[in-house]
């Protein structure tokens, strides 16, 4: 299983941006598929997640302005992410999961200036 992420930059405070996750190889039909997010000298966060299932989590901090949405036909992840605040700047990781596997992507960094 691969995942390849794109879609980070450099934004203003208040802009938008959506972050693309496509997923490649051996995929279990029931799978969840998420995003976290990592600052220097602090643990991988929680951000959204959604699985086959429909089942979504996200992080209070992000909710009612980062939406989380899936083609499962095609394995892609997307987060959509408005209102942007300069405590959204972070390393943006992809992440797989099945009974089987637990994958990570390479991060995307997000930038948000005030």
């Known amino acids: 299983v691969q995942l390849v992420e794109s879609g980070g930059g450099l934004v203003q405070a208040g802009g938008s941006l959506r972050l693309t996750c496509t997923v490649s190889?051996?995929?279990?039909?029931?799978?969840?598929m998420g995003w976290y997010r990592q600052v220097p000298g602090k643990e991988r966060e929680l951000v959204a997640t959604?699985?086959?299932?429909?089942?979504?989590n996200y992080a209070d901090s992000v909710k009612g302005r980062f939406t989380i949405s899936r083609e499962n036909g095609k394995n892609i992840a997307y987060l959509q992410m408005n209102n942007l605040r300069p405590e959204d700047t972070a390393v943006y990781y992809c992440n797989y999961r099945d009974r089987l596997v637990n994958k990570w992507g390479q991060g995307t960094q997000v930038t948000v200036s005030s």
């Open positions: 959604k699985s086959t299932a429909r089942t979504l």
């Open positions: 190889g051996s995929i279990f039909s029931i799978n969840s």
